[in-house]
């Protein structure tokens, strides 16, 4: 069994930055790849970035574009987005998934969730 743990959510006024962690453990594993979803109410839970295992395949919504980095570090289990920038509309309780293999953009593809991390934007 995996757990993911986020942390690092919070309030911050627009403009402002947060990162947020996400760590993982249970059985020992590799080759995983991580997502970053983020889901306001009454809206859908919704895709923001994912990195895989190397790092070398990273996606990001347009919408984080230059604003959003994921990163990993695969000794301690442990992804990271960093959020810059952050917008008035972007307040949402932030998710981190795992799948094994590739990372991707569909929620769908995700095998192991965390039970999300709440971002506040005052304006």
């Known amino acids: 069994q995996v757990q993911l743990v986020e942390s690092g959510g919070g309030l911050v006024q627009a403009g402002g930055s947060l990162r947020l962690s996400c760590a993982a453990s249970?059985?020992?594993?590799?080759?995983?790849?991580m997502g970053w979803f983020r889901q306001a109410p009454g809206k859908e839970r919704e895709f923001v970035t994912a990195?895989?295992?190397?790092?070398?395949?990273?996606y990001y919504a347009d919408s984080v574009k230059g604003r959003f980095t994921i990163s990993r570090d695969n000794a301690k289990n442990i992804r990271y987005l960093q959020m810059n920038s952050l917008k008035p509309e972007e307040p949402a309780v932030y998710y981190c998934?795992?799948?094994?293999?590739?990372?991707?953009?569909?929620?769908?593809?995700?095998?192991?969730w965390g039970q999300g991390t709440q971002v506040t934007v005052s304006s």
């Open positions: 998934a795992l799948r094994f293999g590739g990372p991707w953009k569909n929620p769908e593809g995700y095998d192991y």
């Open positions: 990195i895989s295992w190397s790092g070398g395949i990273i």
């Open positions: 249970g059985r020992t594993f590799s080759n995983y790849a």
